[in-house]
Structure formats: structure tokens, C-alpha cells
């Protein structure tokens, strides 16, 4: 199905990277449409400085498809009066508890990874000696296939969770360094009507 010249043609037009004709927006410019307050900071802060949970999921879904090259420019359409600095500060709040937790989360796949290797090394040299010692296969076998569980999940914790947290790391950055502009959309809205 997929070796077929038809398909292939196809493949390159939906996965081509060039915009539409009619499409204006880049891949790293986010618009975002604001009824209220809420749909922008939690209603449970009292202080306005928490940030929605739909509107961070939205924002952090749509980044993902930036292009790494280009800065994240994020475009809240709204007729609420919002102040762009409040909003940049709440962004920037949010990205940095975010942040905190992925940083330790690396740490703690790193701290894993490491202990399972050793546990890994420990039983193969438990292998070795009782293989030395006595000739009894139910034991080097059960310790062998602990040996290789915990050598298979160090290598599992390391080299294919750890990438995985370490690109939401740098996707912070990016959402965190990301330039944001408020457009007052009631002089659009009065010019449809």
C-alpha cells in the first residue's frame, strides 16, 4: 500500500512543510481566542496568577509543532482587557513549575536507570559465581533472566524515557521564552456585524 507511486504522491503533499495559499499563520505563531478571564487563568487562584489548565495543554500541543529554529509567538485574540505583561508572567510562572517537575524527573529516570544497572551487574556477577560454585540450572537461570530484566530496564529508563523528558524540558524553554501579543478583536467583531 505504502510502495504504491499513487500513495507515495500523496504521502509528500500532505506531509510537505510548505504552507497552504490560504493560510497566513506560521507553525510557530499560536492564535489563541479569549472570551473571559477564565478560559485564560484558573477560576480557583485567587490572585489571577495561575494559568488555565485547557489553555496551558493548548498552547504546549500546538508549540510542538513549531519548527525548533523559530521563536514561539503567541497571539491572544480577545475583547477582555488583558495586559500582555500579566499574561507573559503567568506564562512564564507556569513554565517554571513545569519546568522544576521535568527537571526532577529527569533526575529521578537518571537515579533509576543507574540503580537497575548496578542491580544488573550484581546479579550477573551472582551468576557467575553460583555457575563457579554448583552446576544448578533453575537458579542461574532464574538469576540470569533478573540479570537481564534489570540491565533491559536501566537501558529502557535511560536511553528511551529519558529523550522523552528532556524534549518537554526544551519545549518549556521555548513556551517560556516565547513573545506574546494581546489583539483587541471588538473593532473586528463591530465591522462583521
Known amino acids: 500500500m505504502f510502495w504504491n507511486k499513487h500513495n507515495k504522491e500523496i504521502?509528500?503533499?500532505?506531509?510537505?512543510?510548505?504552507?497552504d495559499d490560504n493560510s497566513t499563520d506560521s507553525p510557530s505563531e499560536i492564535n489563541v481566542k479569549i472570551f473571559n478571564r477564565e478560559q485564560l487563568f484558573s477560576t480557583y487562584?485567587?490572585?489571577?496568577?495561575?494559568?488555565?489548565?485547557?489553555f496551558s495543554e493548548y498552547i504546549f500541543g500546538k508549540a510542538k509543532d513549531a519548527p525548533i529554529k523559530d521563536r514561539i509567538k503567541i497571539k491572544i485574540h480577545t475583547e477582555t482587557d488583558l495586559d500582555a505583561g500579566e499574561v507573559q508572567q503567568t506564562l512564564k510562572s507556569h513554565c517554571k513549575s513545569e519546568y522544576a517537575e521535568s527537571k526532577k524527573q529527569v533526575k529521578r529516570i537518571v537515579l533509576i536507570s543507574t540503580i537497575m544497572t548496578i542491580l544488573g551487574i550484581l546479579a550477573l556477577t551472582a551468576l557467575i559465581l553460583i555457575n563457579h560454585f554448583t552446576d544448578n540450572i533453575y537458579i542461574t537461570s532464574i538469576i540470569e533472566i533478573a540479570a537481564w530484566v534489570f540491565i533491559w530496564e536501566a537501558v529502557d529508563f535511560f536511553f528511551l524515557q529519558r529523550p522523552v523528558v528532556k524534549g518537554k524540558c526544551i519545549l518549556i524553554q521555548r513556551i517560556y521564552m516565547s513573545e506574546i501579543e494581546i489583539c483587541k478583536d471588538s473593532d473586528n467583531e463591530e465591522l462583521q456585524v
Open 11 to 19: 504521502d509528500r503533499l500532505i506531509l510537505n512543510n510548505t504552507p
Open 45 to 54: 487562584s485567587y490572585s489571577g496568577d495561575k494559568l488555565n489548565n485547557e
